[in-house]
Structures are given as structure tokens and as C-alpha cells.
């Protein structure tokens, strides 16, 4: 899943920069481009992300159909997916880091009205009640039911590379991006209670009907793309879609993954 960048289109590597609205990315962008130069994003080799993790997924997204591999450097307040910021050296790392692939998922969502919504998640898809009623969920994997009802705040399924966000959050677990694996977890889960969620095979098709949708609206996200009031969902990965984060050498996303399960 990790490999060595030293396929990139040029020995020396044209970079775009991007940035988020703090002033601290603002400032790192204005300098770079003037140390390092730049070209436009549709021209780049490699995009250089300024911010926080929001700032990589944003960019991430916003290059599907280019799928240009993106370096993320942290001026923001979570980094997660992001590098160390320094200044110096930008070319060399950039040449020397270690590629991670990711796998998004697609969320199909019909409305109450019978209306029907797609949208791709690098991190989770996820469903929340939109009001002080808990959500009522039919949860089926596969094509067999496998919770007949599950009362709660919501639910979410995260890939690997989201398996640290939202999802550790709501108690979910770490997984390695080689693991091929999927997590489906509730989210403030009041019955049945002990229910602590399941690990699903990345080619698992998982769909969540929502009962009593009339009384109990709920709302599904993927990433930051939301529908409301659904009424079912339906969830996949999309295998076909690979999309490439560069991480210094040594600092891989599996490195991270692991040493974040030993963090005190």
C-alpha cells in the first residue's frame, strides 16, 4: 500500500499550492511560492496542501478527477494526514516521500421524497439524527439484515483512512490501510446497548433503512457533502477510485496508524 514516490512524472516535481483560510496557511503559501515558484493545479506533478486535515480532504476531493498526488503540510489546527511545516528542503521530501493509497467510499442516498443523492467519502459516511428524537436504523450488510433495529444518535462507516477521525471519536477502531477492511460503528448507541459495531471486508455493500423517518429525520454525509431527511442509504467502496497522499520518508500513514494505537 506504501511505496516509495520515485515514480513521479519529473526528477524535479512542478508543485501547485493550496491553502486554507487561516493566516497561517495564507503566509506559508505566499512564502513557498516565492522560495519554490509554482504552476497551476492541472499543470502540477504534486499539490502541496497548507492546513489541517480538513484542508487535505478538501483538496483531495477537489482533485478526483485529476487524482494528482497531494503533500500536506500542517498550518492548521488537526494534522493528522498532514506533514511537518518547514520550509526548507520542500523538493527533496517531496521526491523522497512514501505514497499512500486510498480508497473512497460512494454514498447512494434516497430522500423521503424519493429523490436519490451520490457522493464519495475519503473518511466515513455517516448518518445522525437531526433532531432531539434518536435515530432508528435498519442495518443490512450484503444483502442480509443484521440488526434489526438499532436506536441511536447515528452510524457510520469509515474507511482505513478515516479510522482516526470521526470514527475513533465515537469509539470505533484503528485500522492499517492494508487491511482491506471497513468499520461500521454507532455513534452514542442506546439499544441494543452493548452493541459496539463490526469490521467489514473492504467489497462489503452495507445499506441502512431508517424507520419511523417521518417522526425521527435523519441526515447522511459523506465527507462534507450532507442529505437530509433519508429514508435509506447505501454504502460501497469505490475500488476503482485511487487517490494518493505523499507522507515523508519514515512518516508513513501505516507508521501513524500504529504509533497513534500506542499513544498514551
Known amino acids: 500500500m506504501t511505496q516509495p514516490a520515485s515514480t513521479l512524472t519529473a526528477p524535479v516535481p512542478s508543485l501547485a499550492f493550496v491553502a486554507s483560510d487561516r493566516p497561517e ?42 487524482r494528482t498526488p497531494v503533500y500536506g503540510m500542517n498550518r492548521g489546527s488537526v494534522g493528522f494526514l498532514m506533514n511537518d511545516y518547514d520550509e526548507d528542503g520542500l523538493l527533496e521530501r517531496v521526491a523522497t516521500a512514501e505514497r499512500t493509497l486510498i480508497h473512497p467510499l460512494q454514498m447512494d442516498a434516497w430522500t423521503e421524497a424519493g429523490e436519490v443523492h451520490t457522493g464519495l467519502a475519503i473518511n466515513e459516511v455517516s448518518l445522525l439524527r437531526q433532531t432531539r428524537q434518536s435515530a432508528k436504523l435498519r442495518i443490512t450488510v450484503d444483502d442480509r439484515v443484521r440488526l434489526e433495529e438499532l436506536s441511536c444518535d447515528g452510524c457510520l462507516v469509515a ?58 429525520p435523519v441526515s447522511a454525509t459523506a465527507d462534507n457533502f450532507e442529505v437530509r431527511r433519508v429514508a435509506r442509504v447505501e ?7 485511487a487517490l494518493t497522499m505523499l507522507f515523508d520518508a519514515g512518516r508513513s500513514f501505516d507508521e501513524r496508524v500504529i504509533a497513534e494505537q500506542f499513544a498514551n
Open 25 to 66: 496557511a495564507q503566509e506559508a503559501r505566499a512564502a513557498l511560492i516565492a522560495r519554490y515558484g509554482a504552476v497551476a493545479e492541472e499543470e502540477a506533478d504534486v499539490i502541496v496542501a497548507l492546513g489541517g486535515d480538513g484542508q487535505m480532504l478538501e483538496t483531495l476531493h477537489a482533485n478526483l478527477r485529476r
Open 159 to 216: 474507511t482505513p483512512a478515516g479510522s482516526t477521525a470521526y470514527n475513533l471519536s465515537a469509539h470505533g477502531p484503528i485500522i492499517p490501510l492494508d487491511a482491506r477492511i471497513l468499520a461500521l460503528t454507532p455513534i452514542s448507541a442506546f439499544r441494543p446497548r452493548r452493541w459496539r459495531g463490526a469490521l467489514l471486508s473492504h467489497g462489503a455493500r452495507v445499506r441502512f433503512d431508517v424507520l419511523e423517518a417521518d417522526k425521527r
Open 235 to 241: 454504502v460501497r467502496e469505490r475500488r476503482d477510485v
